[in-house]
């Protein structure tokens, strides 16, 4: 599949992160603001970058061109959108750590 033009909507699907819930977004149609050529497992490719989620960019050569279909049969006319979580750190001042208070920076 050729590369999408700019402003061409295409299909991402939906990430969402444990450790860094700030960036999970929910998938479906997504408006292309970016390309960028690179390399990945040795070979040359395209990677895309949407409007929806714009801190991430995805390799569209290897994989999401090849998964358009399906992403289609999965989200239809539905837009994709971000769906932050606040991310924090995993251990603070004054969390109990092996029955220890812990003191001192946050841990991420």
């Given at each position: ?5 700019i402003?061409?909507k ?15 977004v ?46 289609k ?35 991420w």
């Open positions: 599949m050729d590369d999408p033009k402003g061409q295409i299909y991402i699907d939906s990430h969402f992160y444990i450790s860094h819930g700030s960036d999970d929910v998938g479906g149609l997504s408006t292309v603001t970016k390309i960028t050529k690179g390399i990945s497992g040795g070979e040359k490719c395209s990677f895309v970058t949407v409007k929806e989620h714009p801190d991430h960019s995805y390799n569209w050569t290897q994989m999401l061109s090849k998964e358009q279909n399906e992403l049969k999965k989200f239809g006319n539905k837009d994709a959108q971000t769906h932050p979580d606040i991310d924090a750190p995993w251990i603070e001042e004054g969390d109990i750590v092996n029955g220890v208070v812990y003191h001192g920076d946050p841990i």
